[in-house]
């Protein structure tokens, strides 16, 4: 069996989730291989539980064996309704390795890498009907420019998304080679790393990635007990300043809240002035999780 993702500040993740054997229910929120939440299970006591989501079926696989644990395969924007099913009203740590996975990148079939010529696809879990090439060939130049530049950075944004729309009605995008063939002249900068960002847009897009983060953060600060832990880590600008923001203000937006008297109301205690990043050994192993960045809130109340 292949490594289907190699899990990024493993230790370091784990250690500020559970820093003992302890008793309590955990959320790994982000399953992918189980790399990490076969760490938890080490960490966890025999009668705690560790309940771990992902929507993509290529994980099935990967499912450790353990009375402890509970896959459920559905995006994390759903936390609060599926503890509700299985009878959770609190939990005492939620784990989220946010991003694509390697597994992903590397299956050429799924569209996600400009390295590979496939459909353009990019769904995380199947049972969505949006593709990429649906992006491409339906949105208008201003919807392509908006989400270029907001979830790919893009400084030409304006010229990309018009170029495309125009291509699109003389010959509807269906391939990776497609989009390569239409947006390689406007590559500005380091060609790798454009069309990374690019193909990092229109994945965020496909995926709804910003909305379900949004809804996931809000429901994983309603379900955990007083003390209890989030660790988020983040791969790109985009997800990190929505939690950084979310843990200082309890709010996606970061708007400062205050109560009745005047106080600002601080949801979580911030464990980690700055994010923690891989150390240059990890990233020289593991060179994906050079852009990482890992963040950890204490609910204070």
Same mark, same amino acid.
């Given at each position: 069996?292949?490594?289907?993702?190699?899990?990024?500040?493993?230790?370091?993740?784990?250690?500020?989730?559970?820093?003992?054997?302890?008793?309590?229910?955990?959320?790994?929120?982000?399953?992918?291989?189980?790399?990490?939440?076969?760490?938890?299970?080490?960490?966890?006591?025999?009668?705690?539980?560790?309940?771990?989501?992902?929507?993509?079926?290529?994980?099935?696989?990967?499912?450790?064996?353990?009375?402890?644990?509970?896959?459920?395969?559905?995006?994390?924007?759903?936390?609060?309704?599926?503890?509700?099913?299985?009878?959770?009203?609190?939990?005492?740590?939620?784990?989220?390795?946010?991003?694509?996975?390697?597994?992903?990148?590397?299956?050429?079939?799924?569209?996600?890498?400009?390295?590979?010529?496939?459909?353009?696809?990019?769904?995380?879990?199947?049972?969505?009907?949006?593709?990429?090439?649906?992006? &491409?060939?339906?949105?208008?130049?201003?919807?392509?420019?908006?989400?270029?530049?907001?979830?790919?950075?893009?400084?030409?944004?304006?010229?990309?998304?018009?170029?495309?729309?125009?291509?699109?009605?003389?010959?509807?995008?269906?391939?990776?080679?497609?989009?390569?063939?239409?947006?390689?002249?406007?590559?500005?900068?380091?060609?790798?790393?454009?069309?990374?960002?690019?193909?990092?847009?229109?994945?965020?897009?496909v995926n709804e990635e910003m909305q379900a983060?949004?809804?996931?953060?809000?429901?994983?600060?309603?379900?955990?007990?007083?003390?209890?832990?989030?660790?988020?880590?983040?791969?790109?600008?985009?997800?990190?300043?929505?939690?950084?923001?979310?843990?200082?203000?309890?709010?996606?937006?970061?708007?400062?809240?205050?109560?009745?008297?005047?106080?600002?109301?601080?949801?979580?205690?911030? &464990?980690?002035?700055?994010?923690?990043?891989?150390?240059?050994?990890?990233?020289?192993?593991?060179?994906?999780?050079?852009?990482?960045?890992?963040?950890?809130?204490?609910?204070?109340?």
């Open positions: 069996m292949m490594d289907y993702h190699k899990p990024v500040l493993a230790a370091e993740s784990i250690e500020w989730l559970v820093s003992k054997k302890v008793r309590g229910t955990y959320v790994d929120a982000t399953f992918g291989g189980g790399g990490h939440s076969r760490l938890i299970l080490q960490r966890l006591a025999p009668d705690a539980q560790l309940f771990a989501f992902d929507q993509d079926a290529d994980v099935l696989e990967y499912l450790p064996e353990d009375p402890r644990f509970t896959f459920v395969q559905h995006n994390f924007r759903y936390l609060k309704q599926f503890m509700k099913f299985y009878g959770v009203s609190e939990l005492d740590g939620v784990l989220a390795d946010l991003g694509v996975s390697s597994h992903q990148l590397d299956t050429a079939e799924r569209g996600f890498s400009w390295r590979f010529d496939a459909d353009l696809d990019m769904r995380m879990s199947k049972e969505r009907e949006l593709t990429a090439a649906d992006v &491409l060939n339906t949105y208008s130049p201003e919807a392509l420019q908006q989400l270029f530049s907001r979830y790919g950075e893009l400084i030409n944004s304006r010229s990309l998304a018009r170029h495309l729309a125009k291509a699109a009605k003389h010959k509807a995008f269906r391939t990776v080679s497609d989009l390569l063939r239409e947006a390689e002249p406007f590559v500005r900068g380091h060609k790798p790393r454009y069309l990374a960002q690019l193909f990092q847009a229109l994945r965020i897009e983060l949004s809804d996931f953060l809000q429901q994983a600060l309603d379900l955990l007990a007083p003390g209890g832990r989030l660790v988020v880590i983040a791969y790109h600008s985009i997800e990190d300043r929505l939690v950084k923001r979310f843990l200082k203000t309890g709010n996606p937006e970061g708007k400062v809240q205050k109560d009745e008297y005047g106080n600002i109301l601080r949801p979580f205690k911030v &464990l980690t002035r700055k994010p923690i990043l891989p150390s240059p050994r990890e990233i020289e192993a593991n060179p994906r999780a050079r852009s990482a960045k890992m963040r950890v809130g204490e609910k204070t109340a």
